[in-house]
C-alpha cells in the first residue's frame, strides 16, 4: 500500500513545487516482517509546451525527534578531541 500526504503546492504559469509525506509498508533485508516507511518528498515540475514533467525529486526518510546534540558537530568533535 502507497499514499501520499500533500504538505505544501505552489505553480508559476512555468515552474511548480509539491511537497508531499509518501507512505508505504516494506520488508527490509533479514527481517520477515513488513515495516512502515515515510519519506519526505519534494518535486519540482517545468512546463513544456502543454506537458508538465518532473525536473527534478528529492526523497529522505523521516527521522524521529532527537536532541540537536546528535545532528550537530560541536568544535571539540570536528577537531578530533
Known amino acids: 500500500m502507497l499514499s501520499f500526504e500533500e504538505v505544501s503546492r505552489y505553480s508559476t504559469s512555468d515552474l511548480g513545487y509539491i511537497v508531499q509525506i509518501e507512505r508505504a509498508q516494506a520488508r527490509l533485508t533479514g527481517s520477515e516482517d513488513m515495516s512502515p516507511i515515510a519519506l519526505r518528498a519534494t518535486m519540482i515540475f517545468r512546463r513544456e509546451g502543454d506537458t ?11 527521522m ?16 578530533g578531541q
Open 52 to 62: 508538465w514533467r518532473i525536473a527534478h525529486r528529492h526523497a529522505d526518510p523521516i
Open 64 to 79: 524521529t525527534p532527537r536532541p540537536i546534540s546528535t545532528v550537530v558537530e560541536t568544535q571539540q568533535h570536528a577537531a
